[in-house]
């Protein structure tokens, strides 16, 4: 006769807050699969390419190599492609964004858990075609926070408005920065101090039973852990540990204005560390997990409010 284990403490947190969420919280939303933990052990950032359908790019957090890892649907072919001449400090976001019809990746070395960097890094560089191992950095920024350190992992790119916008993580409420996107019309590198927006107090803090549940990390469900402008270069995704949301630029493309609406949220499947956002051509928001078996959800853009969920 099969003993069946107890279920662990945890298990059965996530139980009964799967129990919550799906009872109304939870937008349409589609399991593509699995993320290969051999290629994917830590996926810290993705990004939706631009020019060929299907094709994601992601990249691993601290400890794991200055890589690009491929990712194409729906298959789950993987490509792995070195970024020649940096390291993985603590690589945390990734975002796709296009110039003049030339897709572009910016890599956000941005973490600092303990807030001791002085100055972080952002790589830029043209979108590498798969048959490549390797790919050059064609611009550095380094930033300085004007008030000292800052642990961040969200970082997106307004092309339109020639800004790249980091929202910090431990900050409470977290605070807005930009640096300007530089000149991609020639290699090259820039010092830059960012500008500090404001706060950004529109994520709603983690309910009495999240805290509950998850006695050790419930209380920081809302810090920020990933940000992405839409290909529509209209709706900002947001990830934090908890929740997923959209909010829209207005025509002055004021982000701080943008998001300190009230957002709009999606519903998240429970995810053991979602640090991953983006959004397709067709308004799809695709999401992940760092972790084993971390799965690769596709939602639709339609808050929860509005599927029908009560």
């Not at 798969?130 to 790119?157: C, K, M, N, Q, W």
């Amino acid at each position: 006769m099969t003993q069946t284990s107890p279920i662990p403490r945890v298990g059965r947190a996530l139980l009964v807050l799967g129990a919550v969420l799906c009872a109304g919280a939870v937008g349409p939303h589609e399991r593509l699969g699995e993320l290969n933990y051999r290629m994917l052990p830590e996926a810290s950032g993705m990004g939706i390419s631009p020019s060929v359908d299907g094709r994601l790019w992601f990249i691993n957090d601290a400890g794991n190599r200055p890589e690009l890892i491929g990712l194409d649907l729906p298959n789950f072919d993987y490509t792995k492609i070195k970024v020649k001449g940096v390291r993985n400090r603590d690589w945390e976001d990734l975002e796709v964004f296009e110039v003049n019809g030339q897709p572009w990746i910016a890599v956000a070395d941005i973490g600092d858990n303990l807030a001791v960097r002085k100055q972080v890094s952002i790589y830029l560089f043209p979108e590498p075609p798969t048959d490549t191992t390797s790919v050059d950095v064609f611009h550095t920024i380094t930033v300085e926070y004007p008030g000292g350190a800052r642990d961040s992992e969200s970082l997106a790119v307004d092309p339109i408005s020639g800004h790249i916008y980091i929202l910090s993580k431990r900050d409470t409420p977290p605070v807005l920065y930009r640096v300007p996107l530089p000149d991609l019309s020639k290699p090259g590198a820039s010092d830059l101090v960012a500008d500090q927006l404001g706060e950004v107090s529109s994520i709603p803090a983690p309910t009495a039973l999240e805290v509950r549940l998850f006695p050790k990390y419930g209380k920081y469900r809302n810090q920020p852990t990933s940000l992405s402008l839409a290909p529509d270069g209209q709706t900002i995704a947001i990830m934090t540990y908890g929740e997923a949301y959209l909010t829209k630029l207005g025509e002055d493309r004021d982000w701080l204005t943008a998001l300190n609406q009230e957002l709009c949220p999606l519903g998240s499947p429970l995810l053991a560390q979602p640090e991953t956002i983006a959004v397709d051509g067709d308004g799809s928001v695709y999401l992940s997990s760092e972790r084993k078996q971390a799965p690769l959800i596709r939602m639709s853009t339609v808050c929860a409010e509005a599927s029908g969920a009560d």
